[in-house]
Every structure is written in structure tokens, then in C-alpha cells.
């Protein structure tokens, strides 16, 4: 799969979302562009993938790509057709799911990021946006467990500016 990378406005612009205060504190200026790359899709190049599994493939791509343009609604649009195909897609529902959250729709996206860490719990982002959106709910001890288990894939993937972020994350929800 190509490259896909999202600005760090992405990221920062979730704890801006979540918590009004926030904008009135300077965040840290980082330079993080995660990437999805590191979450291979349930294909392999090399095997013959069927009809079904090329158009879910396709809708997955289409939809990262809207996201990365910050086409929201029209990326959920997408990550339904490929939950529509396959119910199971753990990128689907860490797309969508990220998506709402970036849409303020919280409770939503809480729930797609529930689905996406069920299916498969080491995708680093899915417990970050999750921690964003259970703050956002006033969960926050949820949303520290979040962040935490986002910050320790995040330092074994070597992302340390993305781990440096969550521990922020917790940090400031800890002193609110």
C-alpha cells in the first residue's frame, strides 16, 4: 500500500477539538506524519485477490486518502463500503471511527475504534483517536489507558515525537 501520511495538523487538531481550554495553550510544534504503511492490509500482493476483496481494497485506499485531505465525510462514505463488504475490516473502522472523532462526533467514533482495537489491538492510532474521543465523553481515566497503550506502541514502533505527544495528552488531562 502507498505511502499514506497525515499532517501533524491532524493530530494536534484532535486535542484541540476535544478540549476548548486547550486552544489557548500553545501545543507543541512537532513534526508527525504518521503513517499507515506500517499496518498491513489483509492482502497479500503476491495472491490472486478476489473481485471483492480488489473493490474493499480500492474503498480502503480511497478512503485514507480522503482523510489525509481532510474530506471527513466523504472518507466515511468510503469506509462504509468496505465494512459493507467486509464487516471485519479493522482499517475501515479505524478510519471511520478516526474520522468522526475529527467530525466531533465522539460517541461514534468511540465506537468504530472500539471495533478496530477488538480486531486488532496494535494499531497505535486506534488508541490515540480513541483516547481523544473518550475525553472528549469525560471518560478520561479511559482516555489516559488509551493514551498510554498508545504511547507504548507508538515508542515500540520508534515514533518518539507520537509517544512525547500522548504522554502531553495525559499529562494535560491529568492536570484539568
Do not use: C, W
Not at 481523544?132 to 471518560?139: D, S
Amino acid at each position: 500500500m502507498k505511502a499514506l501520511k497525515l499532517t501533524s495538523a491532524i493530530v494536534l487538531l484532535g486535542f484541540m477539538i476535544v478540549n476548548p481550554r486547550v486552544n489557548a495553550q500553545k501545543l507543541p510544534e512537532t513534526n508527525i506524519k504518521p503513517q499507515i504503511e506500517k499496518y498491513q492490509l489483509q492482502s497479500n500482493l503476491n495472491q490472486y485477490l478476489s473481485p471483492n476483496e480488489e473493490r474493499a481494497l480500492a474503498y480502503v485506499r480511497l478512503g485514507f486518502k480522503l482523510f489525509e485531505s481532510k474530506k471527513y465525510s466523504q472518507a466515511i462514505k468510503a469506509f462504509n463500503e468496505v465494512i459493507e463488504i467486509q464487516p471485519n475490516n479493522q482499517y475501515a473502522y479505524f478510519g471511520r471511527g478516526s474520522s468522526y472523532v475529527l467530525l466531533k462526533q465522539y460517541q461514534q467514533g468511540k465506537t468504530d475504534l472500539d471495533k478496530s482495537i477488538q480486531l486488532d489491538n496494535s494499531i497505535s492510532f486506534a488508541h490515540f483517536f480513541r483516547g481523544v474521543a473518550n475525553e472528549a465523553l469525560g471518560n478520561k481515566n479511559d482516555a489516559v489507558v488509551d493514551l498510554e497503550t498508545a504511547a507504548k506502541l507508538f515508542d515500540r514502533d520508534g515514533e518518539t515525537e507520537l509517544a512525547k505527544t500522548s504522554r502531553d495528552a495525559i499529562q494535560r488531562i491529568r492536570n484539568v
